[in-house]
C-alpha cells in the first residue's frame, strides 16, 4: 500500500477492503489499486450489543452499508475493475449494486460526459443464499427526517395513528436536529464520517458530481434498525421522485433515483431476502405528488413552518451554506415556494421565504426550468414539469396572485400553448396505487387522504 494519493482516474481497480464495527463505530474502507486506504466512519450513538438472533442481520447490514456507500468513492476513478474482499457476493447483491451504481451515478455520469453502461459489473458467485430469518425486531418504526415539508408530513401522519416512531436523522444539520426536536417523538441522531481522503482526491482531479445519497442513508437507517430494534424504516419519498430528470441516448437520467420507487422496491425485497425478513423499508409518502404533499404540508405542518427548510444548501459538508433558510436562488427553492402557493395563505407564504419569488422577473428561466418549457427540470428534487404548471395555472386565476410578474408572465406567454384540460390542481391531489406500507402502518397512509 502506498501512502500518498494519485489521480483515482488512472486507477485499474476500486477496491472494497473491509468492514468492521465496535463500540457502535463502523469502520468502512476502500481503496484505488494499491493507493492509501479511503475509511469513511459512522457512528451509532450508545449502541447497544445486540442479541444473538441479531448478529447475522446486522453483519449484513454492515456489509451492505459497506457496498452501497462506496458509491462515493467508487466516483472518483470509476476504474474498470471492481474488487470485493472476503466472502463472495452472491447473484442478487451484485445485481442490486450494478444497478445502484448505473443509475445513481446516471446524472454524474451524464454531466461529466461518461457513459457507464456496461462499465459497472461487480463480481458474483453463483451460489444458492440461505433467505434471511426474522431477528426479533419490535414493532417500531424508524422515521428519517430531512428538514423539509416530506418528512413532516411522513411523521404528523403516523403520529395520528399513535404509532410508536423515533425521528431519526444522519449528520450533523442543526436545522434537522431542531425538525426533529418539533416533531415531539424521540429522536436519534446519528454521525456520519466522509473519508477525508475524498476531499484530496477531489483536489487532485477526481471526477465529482452527484450520487445516490438516499440509499446510503437507508442502508444506514437499516443497521440502525438492527442494532436498536425496530421493525420498519419509513421514508418520505414522493410519487413524482420517480419522474426522470431527463432521457437521453435511449437512458433515464433520474437526480433522484434512489427516491424513486424502482430503488425502493429493491431494497425492500433485498432486507427482506439478505438481512432480516422481518425488516420493512418503504416510503409512507410513495402514492403521493409533489402537490399532494405541499397540501398536506400547508394542513398539518403550522408547527413547523418557522424551522424548517427545503433548500438543499444548508445540507452542504464544504460549500457555503445559506445565511437564512431558504437561499431563494436554486430549484428547490423555486419549486417548493410554487407548489405551496396554491395551499398556503400569500402572506404566510412570504413571511416563510422573506420575498416573493413569483414577483422577480431574473427568475423567469429558473421558473421556465421548473415548467419544462424551453428547458429540462433542473437537477434537484423537484416534482414533475407538468404539477408545476398546474401550480401555476392554478396561481394565474387568483386575484392576490395573477399580477405578479411571472404569474403575468405565465398568463400571457405560456399559458396559451398549454393545453388547459391538462391543467387541473385536482388530479394531482389524488393518490396512486403503488406503495410498500406495512399492514400495520397503513392507517398513517390513510391519515393522509
Ligand atoms: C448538500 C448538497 O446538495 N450537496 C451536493 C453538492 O455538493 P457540494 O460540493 O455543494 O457540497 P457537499 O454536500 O458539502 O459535498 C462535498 C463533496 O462530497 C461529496 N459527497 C458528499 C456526500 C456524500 O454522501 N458523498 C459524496 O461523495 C460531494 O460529491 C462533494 O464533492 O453537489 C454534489 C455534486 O453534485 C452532490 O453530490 C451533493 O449532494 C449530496 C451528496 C447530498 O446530500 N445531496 C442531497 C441534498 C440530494 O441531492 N438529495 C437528492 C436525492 C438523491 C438520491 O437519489 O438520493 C434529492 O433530494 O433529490
Ligand atoms: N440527513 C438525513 N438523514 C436521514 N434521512 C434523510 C436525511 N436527509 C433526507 N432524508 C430523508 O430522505 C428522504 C428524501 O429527502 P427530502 O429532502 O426529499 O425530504 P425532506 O427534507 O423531508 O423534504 P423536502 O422535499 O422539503 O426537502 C426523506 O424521507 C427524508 O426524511
Known sequence: MTDTFIDPRNSQQFRFVRNTFADGVAELVYAFDDGPELVERVTFPGAPAV???REAA????????????????????????IVVEGQP????????????????????????????????AFPFKRHATVPATAAGLPPRSLLPIGG???????????????????????????????????????????????????????RLGAWNGHIPVTAINSVILAVAAILYGYDSIVFANERSASVATLEYDGQEVNHQWSKGF???????????THVAADLDYCSLLRPWSELAVTSAF??????????????????RILGPKPADRWCGQCPKCHFVFLALAPFMAKPRLLSIFGRNLLDDDALAGA??????????KPFECVGEGAEARAALAALAERPEWREDALVARFRTEILPQLQPDELGLEPW??????????????GALDALG
Not at 180 to 201: D, H, K, V
Not at 367 to 376: G, P, T, V
Open 148 to 202: 423539509g415539508k416530506d418528512s413532516v408530513v411522513a411523521v404528523e401522519a403516523v403520529k395520528s395513528i399513535g404509532a410508536d416512531a423515533t425521528a431519526t436523522w444522519v449528520g450533523n444539520s442543526p436545522l434537522i436536529a431542531e425538525c426533529a426536536a418539533r416533531t415531539g417523538l424521540p429522536t436519534l441522531n446519528i454521525s456520519r464520517e466522509l473519508a477525508p481522503g475524498l476531499f484530496e482526491l477531489n
Open 51 to 53: 442479541p444473538p438472533e
Open 89 to 120: 457476493l452472491d447473484e442478487p447483491t451484485a445485481r442490486l449494486l450494478d444497478a445502484l451504481y448505473l443509475h445513481g451515478l446516471a446524472e454524474f455520469a451524464y454531466r461529466n460526459r461518461l457513459d457507464l453502461r456496461g462499465r459497472i
Open 58 to 81: 446486522l453483519a449484513a447490514a454492515l456489509r451492505l452499508l459497506h457496498l452501497v456507500a462506496g458509491v462515493s468513492y467508487y466516483k472518483a476513478g470509476i476504474p474498470a475493475g
Open 367 to 376: 421558473f421556465d426550468a421548473l415548467l419544462e418549457y424551453k428547458d429540462h
Open 262 to 272: 424502482g430503488f425502493e422496491k429493491s431494497l425492500h425485497d433485498y432486507l427482506h
Open 298 to 315: 400547508a394542513r398539518l405542518g403550522a408547527e413547523y413552518f418557522n424551522v424548517f427548510s427545503s433548500c438543499n444548501r444548508n445540507f
Open 429 to 442: 391531489l389524488k393518490p396512486g396505487a403503488s406503495h410498500l406500507v406495512p399492514q400495520r402502518l397503513l
